[in-house]
Each structure stands twice: as C-alpha cells, then as structure tokens.
C-alpha cells in the first residue's frame, strides 16, 4: 500500500467518524416528538375498570376512579369484577383500566385468577401475535406491600408487560401503591390525576425514555436555555427533562408526608389510627395502643373474669390489655383486628420513650374503667381496685417484642409491681434471647407444619420457618414461665397433633395452652366462618391427644369453657404432692424480680383452686362470681 492511498484512506475514515459522531449528537439533541393530543376513545363503548381484590381495596379505589372519571369528567367507564367477565373479549376494548392487588406469593387474588391466567396464555401464544390489543390503551395501578420484597406488586407489573406484549399503548406507567407504608393515597391520587389527562386528550409526548405528560413539560414550551438560532426553537437535550418540571412548591403538613416528622416516620398513619379508634383504641404516641378488655369489665360487674384468671390467678379487672407496637410481621387468617393494624419486618418508625408509653397507657386505661362508674354489678369495691392495675397483657395487638425498648418498658411495669404477661408471634428469635425475665412469655405456635404455618399466618419473612424454629429454641433458654399458645381452627390446623407433639422438645415450655379460634364476624382479609370454630369438646379432646403424646411430661391440668380454652402443664414441675400449681404468687415474683438474682418458674408458683383443675363441675368458673347468660335464639345452643 503506498502512502497516498494510505493517507486516502485515513482521510475518509476520519470524514466517516466525524459525520457518524454529527448525527449522533444532533440525535441525542434532538427535538423532541411534537405535542400531540392521545385520541380518545372513537368507539361508543365503554371503557372496562377492573379490580383485582383479594380484601377490597383494590375495589374500593377502582369505586373511587369511576367516580372521578363517570361523575366528575363525564368519560364513561364500567366498573368490571373479572370474574364475570370474558377475557375473549378483550380484543373489542379500546379503553383498559385495571387496580390489581398482589396476594400470596405474588399471585393474583381469587376473584381474577382465570383473567390473568387467560391473559398469560394468550400473550405466549404465536398464534394471537403482538397485535391482538393494537386498538386498545391501557393503565394499570397496582396494590401490595413492599415488606414482601421481590413480589411487591408483581400482578400489577406483570399484567402491564404481558398487554404491552399484545400490542396495547400504555396511556400512563404501571402506578405502585403500598398498603404498609402509608403512601397508598397519595400515590393513587396522583396517578389517577394523570390518566384523566390523558383520557380528556391531555397533551403527551414520547421518547425512548417512556411518556412525558403535558404538566411535567410545562416549561418546556417557552425554553431559551439553549443557544441555537432562533431561540423560539424548544430544542431540548432528553437527559435535561428532569430538570426541566415546573416547581410546584407548598406548605406541608403531616398528613402530606405520609406522617413523617422529622426524617422519621410514624407507625400509626391518620388512615390507621381512625380505624383502630373505631374499634376501640387509645392510641398511645405514634406506636402503641391500650384498649379495655371485655373480660375487664366482665369481673368489674362480678360476672367471672378470662382464662388467665382460672388458670393463672390474675384478678382481670385489674388486667391493663396494651402493646408498644401496632406492627405486627405476620397477616394471620384470623387476625381479630382484621389487619387495620401495620405490618414490618424490623423497628422502621419515630420511637415513643417507654416511660410516656406507661404513663399514658395507665392514664387512659384508668379513664376507662371510670367509664364503668354506675353500671350494674360495678360495686366501689371493685371500681377503686380497677383503677389501680395490677397486671399487663402485652398482647392487645402487633408484635411487643419489636419495640427497640421493651425491655425498659417491662421494667417500668414491674417497678410499678404490675406483672407482664407478653406474647411473641415466633419471628424474632434473637429479640427472644435479649428479653429481660417477664412474668410469663408467650410464643404463639399457630401450626406445627411449614406449609401449614404458611397459610395460617401469611408471615412477611421469607424465612419464617427458621425463624420459628428458632424461636421455640430460644424459649428453652428462658427460666421464667413459658407458653406454647395454640390456636385451633377447624379444617386448617386441628389435625396435627402428631407434628405439634414434636415442637414440645425444642421449646420445653411449662405450659401449653390450646384455645378455639375466636370468630370474629365477616372479613374480606379471613375466609374463616363459624364452620371454623371448634366446639369446646373439640378443644379437649384435642388436648387431651396432646398430652398422650407427651407420654406423662404434660397433663391437662385447667380448663376454661367459656373461652373454649384448655391448659397442659409440666406434670413434674407444678403437680406437686397430686395437685396443681398453675396460678403464680404475684408478690413473690416482684420480689424476686426487685432482688436482681436468678430465678426460675418454679420459685413463684401457687396452687390451684379445685374449680379451675381440669374436669371440675365450674367448668373453670369461678364460684364468686356471678354466672350471667345471654338469651340466644339459634337453633342449637353450644
């Protein structure tokens, strides 16, 4: 090759990279795709609004855009359950909108299981192609929680790939709602906003960076940043378009940060808090709560007090029911606050001091049962006895053992000479170990398989299993008094004593109580019916299978048949001489714990009353009080 040519060569080279680099830059800087106005729906027929509901929020929103859209912006919309509808249909949309909610493991909630299957199927067949929804534009808003990781709205999302997949034009970007961290609303509202622009022929733009709506290019109209000729020309380089959104600055409150204070966040949401008011909560700061126990005011009017009164020897109108933590890391099918409380899987929120948490709840508990004052059966004997709480059931609702500083809080309970009685949901094993003695700690043991365990409490922790395992394991290294507390409900859980037999060796607790599920009316979050309550014969018979299997290390020892509620107790350790110690001498035990030593279940012990053992005539009631029954008019009477 001779010089000139080489030199040709270089030359053209050069000509070609730069002119390639040209184009590339003027692309890059180019003028974006004309304002133009999304073509509304040509077609007469309605737009379809689905919901994909598993406990009906998803509804409830889908109910709140059909306003908004029918009502207010007259663009007509069907509000459509998917199981009535044929998905074959499809293709004659024009007009899509979809609220999905993501249920267990990512699937799609029982009312839309076929819908989404069907559009699944479709989308992987060669034979529909990617044109089948050509005439159709789409949006799809989606509602989960983020607590469950890699599933969080994985319906929603899934449901946008597969119909883009089809041909359809998304009007709008998926939307991404979370129900556990506050911003729900906010969230939904703002999408919301942007499809009712787009579906009255709000102005859009496209580029391969996905949509651009009128109100986020509002300054862009009029932009002279850029120093090309004529500086009417909206040239706008695309990696600019951040920057470019109009400030909408404002004053905000509380309620606009999804209640953040400070950098921190509260537990209770404004959403959160006016449903657990409505059931009856004393909200206590930002996390905690106290509510008044109806076994409390039972034993105020001396008509008999709870199972821990027959079995334990609390005096239950003196029985404070609280918790330093609404939050709760399992959705249990029967959830008797219908999941209106929040879920996590770690201490995320602004955190309340453990005194003010004691001092109010003692403050609004008290207020309470002065509440009683005059109602028939509250003598002044008992009211002055309420008014001074002598124990705490740490297990009103959520987890207690979250709360960073429970163990400064039981300590400030137990200055006080109120004993504690706390319940843990087995997902915490570590907090477990780190717990200062209490006077009886509670493990819940809702199932005894993995699969079981699973469907019964919806645990948010990928690992629960371990997690559980672990916690019974730290329970054995606990010397205080401890419980395996069971829950049975029929045609889910009370099959398994073979597999609940052989938990007992990894805990060891001293007591194990067995009690029926509590229904608690129809809810969109529980499948459960009274079909799933088990009688109180149920409950001893399963009991009783259960100590069998102990070979003579637990017997039944008490019962309860209001509660439908049976106790197993170490035979060894608290039958003595023939008779049961059950109950616990509460003076001894602030004592001991006021001493600073080690100390053991053992040391604290008392007997138990004849009509509370097992098999007693009372039936676990205590004589002293007075037996009042409702009239019922069923059919059959338990």
């Keep these: 090759m001779t010089p000139s040519s080489l030199s040709t060569r270089l030359t053209l080279f050069a000509l070609l990279s730069a002119t390639t680099f040209y184009f590339l830059y003027k692309s890059r800087r180019r003028r974006l795709k004309p304002l133009k106005h999304l073509p509304l729906n040509p077609n007469p027929r309605p737009g379809k609004l689905f919901f994909l509901t598993q406990t009906g929020t998803s509804k409830a929103l889908a109910q709140r855009l059909l306003d908004l859209l029918s009502s207010k912006n007259n663009i007509p919309f069907d509000l459509v359950d998917p199981q009535t509808y044929e998905p074959e249909d499809l293709p004659k949309e ?3 909108i ?28 060669f034979r529909a192609g990617n044109l089948l929804l050509s005439d159709c534009k789409f949006a799809v808003f989606g509602v989960g929680s983020r607590l469950y990781g890699d599933t969080f709205n994985a319906v929603a999302r899934d ?3 597969r119909l883009r997949g089809l041909g359809a034009t998304e009007m709008v970007p998926v939307g991404e709602g979370d129900v556990d961290g506050g911003e729900l609303e906010s969230v939904f509202e703002g999408w919301s906003e942007k499809v009712v622009t787009v579906l009255k022929g709000g102005l859009v733009m496209e580029n391969e960076n996905g949509i651009v709506y009128e109100s986020d290019v509002e300054s862009l109209e ?19 378009i951040a920057g470019k959104g109009p400030s909408r600055k404002k004053s905000v409150n509380v309620a606009e940060t999804n209640g953040k204070l400070d950098g921190k966040r509260e537990m209770v949401t404004p959403v959160i808090r006016a449903n657990l008011e409505k059931q009856g909560y004393k909200i206590i700061g930002s996390h905690s709560g106290v509510k008044i126990c109806r076994w409390t005011k039972s034993q105020l009017r001396g008509r008999g007090g709870c199972y821990k009164h027959s079995f334990y020897g609390i005096e239950s109108h003196r029985c404070m029911e609280a918790t330093p933590s609404l939050a709760c890391a399992n959705k249990c099918v029967f959830c008797w606050r219908h999941h209106t409380n929040p879920v996590g899987k770690s201490w995320q929120w602004k955190m309340d001091d453990p005194l003010e948490i004691v001092n109010t709840a003692i403050d609004l508990h008290t207020k309470m049962i002065k509440q009683t004052k005059g109602v028939p059966g509250v003598t002044q004997e008992r009211l002055m006895e309420g008014l001074s709480p002598r124990h705490c059931a740490l297990s009103l609702v959520g987890e207690p053992i979250m709360y960073p500083e429970i163990n400064a809080l039981v300590d400030e309970l137990h200055r006080r000479r109120i004993s504690t009685f706390l319940v843990t949901n087995a997902q915490f094993p570590e907090k477990i170990k780190m717990l200062k003695p209490v006077t009886q700690l509670y493990v819940s043991v809702d199932a005894a398989t993995k699969d079981s365990l699973k469907a019964i409490d919806r645990p ?37 004593v073979d597999a609940y037999s052989k938990l007992f060796i990894l805990g060891k607790p001293d007591f194990v109580e067995i009690k029926g599920v509590t229904y608690c009316g129809s809810s969109a979050t529980s499948k459960l019916t009274m079909e799933n309550v088990p009688w109180h014969s149920d409950v ?22 209001h509660s439908c509620c049976v106790l197993l107790a170490k035979t060894e350790k608290f039958k003595v001489n023939g008779q049961w110690h059950t ?3 509460y003076e001894k035990f602030h004592n ?41 008019h069923h059919k059959s009477k338990r």
């Design 159 to 161: 449901l946008g790939k």
């Design 583 to 585: 109950w616990i001498d």
């Design 460 to 496: 948010l922790f990928g690992d629960f299993w371990e997690r559980f395992i672990d916690s019974l394991k730290a329970l054995k290294e606990k010397h205080q008094r401890t419980v395996y507390r069971l829950t049975l409900v029929k045609g889910w859980n009370t099959e398994d």
């Design 98 to 125: 979809i609220i999905a909610s993501t249920w267990e493991d990512g699937n799609p909630p029982q009312n839309s299981k076929f819908f989404v299957n069907w559009l699944a199927d479709i989308s992987t067949d």
């Design 592 to 632: 001991l714990v006021a001493l600073g030593r080690p100390f053991d279940s053992g040391d604290y012990m008392a007997l138990t009353p004849s009509w509370a053992v097992y098999g007693a005539e009372e039936g676990g009631f205590d004589p002293d009080q007075s037996r009042y029954k409702k009239e019922r």
């Design 540 to 561: 001893r018979a399963f009991s009783e299978a259960l100590a069998l299997k102990s070979e003579g290390e637990y017997e039944v020892a008490c019962e309860h048949a």
């Design 94 to 96: 024009s007009l899509i």
């Design 222 to 240: 009029s932009d002279d940043d850029y120093d090309g000729e004529g500086g009417g020309e909206d040239i706008v380089d695309l990696e600019d």
